[in-house]
């Protein structure tokens, strides 16, 4: 127990410690921010133009449903949000094993008394608390959005626990790729690699010769569709066990990783 | 193979981009997935081979146990998941609880299961797609509903069969027969499927002729809602005018009266009354100051009606009207008229009048349905809803549950006669007629008159909030940009640099 806590105190000091940590936060904040500042200026543009080119203005009900705070703003921040952190989360995730392996502190950490599955859990658990403090400073913009257009404390809870799930996701994946080699860059593009395959399987349906029960097993697979109901305000419990069975599956395939290291050196 | 394995994925990633970009999938697409597979493939049988053939058989023994914990974490995880989703369990923590189906909705999908399917035709990046697709998906979890999804550009021969004017338009289809949706909400599609289910509830006789208020009249004091909803819910709407009725249809399941501003003539009354002796139905809708003459008739099957403004502290605010004129209502009796409303499901009357019941027979079976509040008290002067000054209460104004909505059964030999009495009409006109559950009360009562079952709850009606509308002025904006947008991601690097002097010292 001594030897986890020791290893949990030393991977948050390693993470919160180094600069690189508040780069990737600052990134993903920049981004979040650019994306929505964009989004908010052309959302301005469109009901200005709605408004102006009508003689009643905003009080004359011309101006198209779709326009409005929710579907011009918040919704698709939050579909870029969602692929912009395909491409982030690796960078974090990146050294956590691969790091390890390159100095050769793994083998240090495999003669402790600490199993590979309370390392693997250790690194997972210490990762999964920054991706979350990531989401919660990403989340200023999209919380901006939805407590000015009045959707709700609610919706904005869904939307957090989809946007964290999300990432969480992303980083499981991302630490996987980092269990199985010693350089940083190839554990990144893996991550990626990986994540924007899952993302999701719609191009697959262009093929005639994927049928529609392929097109649904892909579909139960991909990463959109869980995360994009979230943001509809919907928390389906189908969802919530996908995200935490991809994180298990992400666990014991980093676990694995100490095993096949034995066998294939 | 790990490396052969990495171009393999970036490949796939690169297919699956290009794809996003472009919309098709064409030719830089194809090789990369194509290539991206091979390599995978490829890599997969090399490391299986250098798995088998380096290892000991000890090493193996490690290997298969370690292959079987992710077998038994991914089998566990599919499991779950597929258990999850059966279980069909979800929470709807949206604003306007968007996808919580109503119940009126649940009953049509049960009456078309099997044999219904709805079809989404949207633009690619049609953002309003995304709620409709959620909506249907949340429909087709009945098992009752399966929907797809086409591209819009893609189906021209659609379009021109369905009549599809825009993206964003749902087809729902029962055999050979369809209903297209143009601006898909739960409302709109609960309508469509109540269509296709072609309910009968049956003939209603709508009197015409003195001063009733008018089922084709668009505006705000119209009733062209109330006559969609009947229509919708399978009612066959029949008019009688008055001045030419001595005798009700024998095929009259009911006859709706709408507020008669003028006495009805007497053999118009005589018909009425003829028609209730012999088991007839009959829904009225009453006004505060209205003379339509039925009040003797009522009043000989034991209901009255004292001409007088109900004033209930529990109104609601409209504009124009004096405080206290609007009661919110949410006292119900047990009864199938007001099945699913509660004290959480208000409706609201914008000036109504109350009444008192007598049985003529001592089998007979008089309720109210709905309740003004405790506090509530009459007033006789009616002009109190056009002014924006509350009625003065007189000293000896009784403080009571007034009725507001009754409704009766009269056996009579095998025969059954039965009347609903609204103190108010403007509640189903098409201005109030969607405020809070207002559709829910007039249509249950239409449908008990006739004695059909009504379908439940209907969906509410989701607007878009006002203030999802309002611009963000360019000040805000700026302010917001520099205040947040700017100054967090500075705050964050400072402190990044911060722990980078500090490691370095």
């Known amino acids: 127990m001594t030897a986890l806590r020791a290893l949990l105190r030393k991977e948050l000091l390693v993470l919160f410690g180094s600069p690189m940590a508040y780069v990737a936060l600052t990134l993903v904040v920049l981004v979040t921010g650019l994306i929505f500042f964009d989004h908010l200026r052309l959302y301005n543009q469109t009901l200005f133009l709605f408004a102006s080119s009508n003689m009643g203005g905003f009080e004359s009900d011309t101006v198209p449903d779709y326009i409005n705070l929710r579907d011009t703003v918040f919704f698709p921040v939050m579909e870029t949000l969602g692929i912009t952190l395909i491409g982030l989360i690796p960078l974090v995730t990146m050294r956590v094993f691969a790091e390890e392996r390159a100095r050769g502190t793994d083998e240090l950490l495999v003669t402790t008394a600490l199993t590979p599955a309370q390392i693997v859990l250790a690194k997972f658990a210490v990762t999964y608390l920054f991706v979350t403090i990531m989401m919660l400073a990403s989340f200023v913009y999209p919380a901006m959005a939805i407590i000015e257009g009045g959707i709700g404390a609610q919706h904005l809870a869904s939307v957090f626990v989809g946007l964290s799930l999300h990432a969480i996701a992303l980083a499981s994946i991302g630490l996987a790729c980092s269990a199985y080699t010693s350089n940083q860059l190839v554990a990144a593009v893996a991550g990626w690699a990986v994540g924007f395959v899952l993302w999701d399987f719609s191009w697959l349906s262009s093929f005639s010769f994927v049928g529609e029960r392929s097109i649904a097993f892909l579909d139960a697979i991909s990463l959109h569709l869980r995360y994009g109901s979230f943001a509809e305000g919907i928390v389906n419990l189908g969802h919530l066990v996908y995200f935490v069975a991809l994180a298990a599956l992400a666990a014991a395939i980093a676990r694995f990783s100490f095993d096949w290291r034995r066998v294939a050196g | ?505």
């Not at chain 2, 081979?49 to 038994?72: D, H, K, M, N, Q």
């Not at chain 2, 919580?100 to 299961?113: A, F, M």
């Not at chain 2, 009911?254 to 005589?270: D, K, T």
């Not at chain 2, 009040?295 to 124009?320: H, K, N, Y």
């Open chain 2, 1 to 505: 193979m790990p490396g052969l394995a990495l171009c393999g994925l970036i490949a796939l990633a690169f297919a699956g981009g290009a794809y996003y970009a472009t919309g098709s999938f064409a030719t830089f697409s194809m090789v990369n997935a194509v290539l991206g597979l091979l390599a995978l493939g490829a890599a997969a049988i090399g490391t299986v081979r250098r798995a088998r053939g380096g290892a000991s058989p000890a090493f193996r023994a490690v290997l298969a146990r370690g292959l079987l914990g992710i077998a038994l974490v991914l089998g566990a995880g599919v499991t779950l998941e597929r258990l999850a989703t059966a279980s069909e369990l979800q929470w709807d923590w949206s604003f306007e609880k968007r996808f919580e189906l109503s119940e009126g909705t649940r009953t049509r999908l049960q009456e078309l299961c099997g044999r219904a399917s709805a079809t989404l035709y949207a633009d690619e990046y049609d953002p309003r797609a995304r709620s409709t697709r959620l909506l249907l998906r949340t429909m087709a979890a009945s098992d009752c509903l399966p929907f797809r999804e086409r591209n819009l550009a893609d189906s021209a021969a659609d379009e021109d069969r369905f009549g599809i004017g825009s993206s964003n338009t749902v087809v729902i289809e029962v055999g050979g027969q369809f209903e297209t949706v143009s601006r898909p909400t739960e409302g709109t599609l609960y309508e469509a499927l109540s269509r296709l289910a072609r309910p009968d509830a049956g003939v209603l006789y709508v009197t015409r002729g003195a001063g009733e208020g008018s089922l084709t009249r668009n505006d705000g004091s119209g009733f062209s809602g109330l006559r969609e909803a009947l229509l919708t819910e399978g009612f066959r709407l029949r008019d009688l005018v008055t001045a030419a009725t001595d005798e009700i249809p024998a095929d009259a399941d009911a006859v709706l009266l709408l507020a008669p501003e003028r006495p009805l003539p007497a053999p118009a009354i005589a018909a009425l009354r003829a028609h209730l002796e012999r088991g007839g139905r009959l829904v009225v809708f009453l006004e505060p100051g209205g003379e339509s003459g039925l009040d003797p008739l009522l009043s000989e099957w034991g209901i009255t009606s004292p001409d007088a403004l109900v004033i209930d502290p529990a109104s609601g605010p409209v504009e124009g009207a004096a405080p206290g004129t609007s009661p919110l209502a949410f006292h119900y009796g047990t009864h199938p008229i007001s099945a699913g409303l509660d004290a959480g499901r208000m409706t609201f009357f914008p000036g109504v009048r109350s009444f008192a019941l007598r049985k003529p027979q001592p089998n007979d079976r008089m309720e109210t349905i709905v309740h003004s509040s405790g506090r509530a008290w009459l007033s006789t002067d009616l002009e109190a809803t056009r002014r924006n000054r509350p009625p003065e209460r007189p000293e000896d104004a009784m403080e009571d549950y007034h009725s507001l909505v009754v409704a009766a059964r009269y056996p009579r030999g095998d025969q059954e006669a039965r009347i609903v009495a609204f103190g108010d009409a403007q509640l189903a006109s098409n201005q109030y007629l969607r405020a809070l559950y207002n559709l829910d009360l007039v249509m249950n009562a239409m449908h008990w008159a006739t004695e059909h079952t009504a379908p439940g709850t209907r969906p509410k009606v989701v607007a878009v909030s006002g203030r999802l509308q309002l611009p963000l002025p360019l000040q805000n904006t700026l302010t917001m940009f520099q205040g947040v947008g700017l100054l967090l991601p500075e705050l964050l690097l400072i402190a990044g640099a911060l722990f980078w002097a500090r490691s370095r010292v």
